[in-house]
């Protein structure tokens, strides 16, 4: 089993910058693919970011050039930078990580943006 805690969210105005980290423990093999989703209210789930344990990423078109996606392996910890936020950023942000076939999620953390 795996389990994800996330921090670092919070209230942000918009133009400003934070950064998410998300912690993983448990049986965690070493390729494996972590990431950030978001969900804002009445919308779907959408990708964020994500990176592979060897440093590929891959960003959704809305965030590329304003956020970077990091990791340390030794931590098994990922982050998430975000930089000129704006008000449509605003979503529970969650933490992804997928190994052999399974997927976990962090509980979820409320990034708000304000005008």
């Known amino acids: 089993q795996v389990q994800l805690v996330e921090s670092g969210g919070g209230l942000v105005q918009a133009g400003g910058s934070l950064t998410l980290s998300c912690v993983a423990s448990?049986?965690?093999?070493?390729?494996?693919?972590m990431g950030w989703y978001r969900q804002a209210i009445d919308k779907q789930r959408e990708l964020v970011a994500t990176?592979?344990?060897?440093?590929?990423?891959n960003y959704v078109d809305s965030v590329k050039g304003r956020s970077t996606i990091t990791r340390d392996n030794v931590k098994n910890t990922v982050y998430l930078q975000m930089n000129s936020l704006k008000p449509e950023d605003t979503a529970v942000y969650y933490c992804?990580?997928?190994?052999?076939?399974?997927?976990?999620w962090g509980q979820g953390n409320q990034v708000t943006v304000s005008s």
């Open positions: 992804n990580l997928q190994s052999r076939g399974s997927t976990y």
């Open positions: 448990g049986s965690i093999f070493n390729f494996n693919i």
């Open positions: 990176i592979t344990n060897r440093g590929i990423t």
